[in-house]
């Protein structure tokens, strides 16, 4: 027999609407009749009717979460640190990809949408604003993160993207490197910003800006990851000068900048120094250990996560409200020849 909400408030002397409060966390319910409640429901197994508690409420209690890549470790940190916020406040997550697709990314927003969400977050892989004037309409919250649009005023969270790029190339420059490379990541505003503060620095420092030591992320790589930071890491050592730091968009592109520098005999960092940027969790584990920016994946996590759930039923309706986080240098063997 199905176990219902109102069986456990009979058994243990209580009101449905305590029990209720239990399950969504509700701060004015004591500890202990908190901790007798959901024992009772452990005992019990019960599984409460969400369809039912959302026809009620008019809330899913369910957060969307759109990435432009799973297999990225920087989506999994920040998922993992979005998920602990959600579950402290009672919501769940749904996961999704858009594969950095943007005509996926609008099949995957109405998918989420017609399944009720309370709100989206959303790492876009639009290359304009545009599109995300459907998801305005829909009056439905939602907040970005990683990737911003210009002109756009919505709810976000991320770094500083161009001071990462001025403190990478900053580092470099202290350790005596001075044909300092930029491998780019795709034109969205995270590889924007640190293209802008890799430029930015070396003209305050007044070093020249040489398009030939700035490579793109090539057409036959796989988009932000190894291969496309091996494959333009080679292109620039195959130079008549090439350049003895390489600042990369991220940390999967410095991946394959190492190896390219090691498969072409260079010895890092006394040849060729190699900064990242993301703070990958592996990176203090590698044959040399990667220097990085670190993007403070969780804690993006952790603020989207509040942000989001605080949107929910606020009324009046709350003005965008950006959440900037401060890039951090972590110099480890791959850069440090001083």
Same mark, same amino acid.
């Given at each position: ?61 369910? #957060? ?36 950095? /697709? ?93 293209? /802008? ?46 350049? /003895? ?48 920016? /670190? ?34 240098? #972590? ?8």
């Amino acid at each position: 027999m199905t176990v219902r909400m109102k069986d456990i408030a009979r058994e243990l002397g209580l009101s449905v609407v305590t029990v209720s409060k239990v399950l969504r966390n509700h701060s004015d319910i004591s500890a202990e009749t908190r901790e007798r409640v959901l024992k009772r429901m452990r005992e019990l197994n019960y599984q409460p009717d969400l369809a039912a508690r959302a026809l009620v409420t008019g809330k899913s209690y369910a #957060i969307g979460l759109i990435v432009p890549d799973l297999l990225h470790p920087f989506f999994g940190q920040v998922a993992l640190g979005l998920g602990v916020t959600l579950r402290e406040r009672g919501y769940c997550l749904i996961l999704a990809s858009s594969e950095e /697709d943007p005509n996926l990314e609008q099949t995957e927003i109405q998918h989420l949408l017609s399944r009720r969400v309370d709100a989206l977050i959303l790492a876009s892989a639009q290359t304009s604003a545009e599109p995300l004037r459907a998801l305005e309409e829909s009056h439905r919250p939602y907040v970005l993160i990683d990737r911003a649009f210009p002109g756009l005023l919505a709810n976000y969270v991320g770094i500083d993207d161009r001071m990462a790029g001025q403190i990478a190339t900053a580092h470099l420059v202290a350790q005596g490197c001075r044909r300092i490379a930029h491998i780019r990541g795709y034109e969205v505003s995270t590889a924007i910003g640190r293209f /802008d503060g890799y430029c930015s620095e070396l003209v305050r420092r007044g070093m020249p800006v040489l398009p030939e030591l700035i490579a793109p992320i090539p057409p036959q790589g796989d988009g932000h990851g190894p291969e496309s930071g091996y494959i333009a890491a080679r292109s620039l050592f195959q130079l008549p000068e090439p350049p /003895d730091g390489i600042f990369c968009c991220n940390d999967p592109i410095a991946l394959g900048a190492l190896r390219a520098a090691v498969e072409s005999g260079r010895e890092v960092p006394k040849d060729v120094a190699i900064i990242g940027c993301g703070n990958l969790h592996y990176s203090d584990y590698l044959r040399i250990p990667l220097s990085t920016i /670190d993007q403070q994946d969780r804690h993006i996590g952790h603020e989207a996560g509040a942000l989001a759930v605080s949107l929910v039923g606020a009324k009046p309706v709350r003005p965008p409200r950006s959440v900037i986080l401060e890039p951090k240098l #972590i110099a480890r063997r791959s850069s440090l020849r001083k």
